[in-house]
């Protein structure tokens, strides 16, 4: 008996290592100018196009209840036991989509062994969690040591990003138009991170330069007092700005994180021009919206 490891889209697991590690991928969806796919059937680069060049606000949705029934039964039947890694219960609804499977099939398949973890976060935030639990079970850990290995991996991240625009914060209902319409006017660019599952504003600095400058120092120095192991930069449409940070983080640090499009079931939330960089460390992080 092996354990399987299950992640969704928005975990943006590089495809080779997904594929060396045996990670199944349940997608998300996205719906641009009335048409809907899932997020592994876009090119991100012209869906990000469409929408900058529109004006339009896509939206995006959760997996269904079948999606996940398929993706966990199908090693449930062949004997093995299933871990799901997914994106944070107060971000989506896919982990609530995933328990509802859950229980479906522990009804066909009482003995079956199936954990679902709330990662708290999305990007490679969450895929740090989904990598660490599937070298778990690589090393034929049991299904509990591979939920505690990506609990721990949890616990060792950090997402910091900064969006170009407030334009798409405001359109999702994210800041409202007045709050928008002076930080526009101030040029504020908030640098924002995700704590308990949720988006939250970490510090607001005068110019997106000086965000993305501030980011890069922020980096580096949780990687001097915490430890390096991983780290990369998601951009959206600006793969140039996204190396010029992995190149900053360089610089100050030693070490250069590989550079990452973000894909656009988390990215439409903020848009194109947005730039960021997650992050693990050795030591555990204090997640909290001022340095520990």
């Known amino acids: 008996m092996t354990v399987r490891v299950i992640t969704d889209s928005t975990s943006y697991v590089p495809a080779e290592q997904a594929t060396a590690l045996g990670i199944a ?8 100018g009335g048409v809907t796919r899932t997020e592994d059937e876009v090119d991100a680069e012209s869906f990000y196009r469409q929408m900058r060049e529109t004006g339009e606000f896509p939206t995006s949705s959760q997996p269904s209840v079948a999606a996940f029934l398929d993706a966990i039964e199908t ?4 004997g093995h036991e299933v871990v799901a890694v997914l994106i944070s219960s107060k971000m989506s609804g896919t982990y609530d989509t995933a328990l509802m499977a859950r229980e479906q099939i522990l009804e066909r398949h009482p003995e079956a062994v199936i954990e679902v973890v709330d990662s708290r976060s999305n990007s490679m935030e969450e895929g740090f969690a989904v990598l660490a639990a599937a070298r778990a079970a690589a090393d034929g850990a049991s299904a509990a040591e591979v939920v505690a ?5 949890i616990a060792r991240t950090r997402w910091l990003f900064t969006p170009a625009t407030l334009d798409y914060l405001r359109m999702g209902g994210r800041i409202g138009n007045a709050a928008a319409l002076l930080g526009t006017l101030l ?7 995700v704590v308990d599952g949720m988006t939250t504003s970490m510090r607001q600095v005068r110019t ?3 965000a993305i400058e501030k980011i890069a120092d922020l980096a580096a120095g949780d990687f001097a007092s915490k430890g390096f192991v991983d780290a990369v930069v998601h951009h959206i449409l600006d793969a140039e700005e996204g190396e010029a940070l992995a190149t900053l983080i360089e610089e100050r640090s030693g070490h250069r994180p590989c550079v990452q499009q973000l894909g656009p079931a988390i990215g439409i939330h903020v848009g194109p021009g947005s730039l960021g960089v997650v992050y693990q460390t050795r030591d555990e992080l204090h997640k909290n919206t001022e340095r520990p």
């Open 75 to 78: 090693p449930v039947a062949a």
């Open 25 to 32: 991928m349940v997608p998300l969806s996205v719906t641009l």
């Open 208 to 210: 997106h330069r000086r």
């Open 187 to 193: 040029q504020i660019s908030p640098i924002l991170t």
């Open 149 to 153: 290995d990506a609990e721990r991996a």
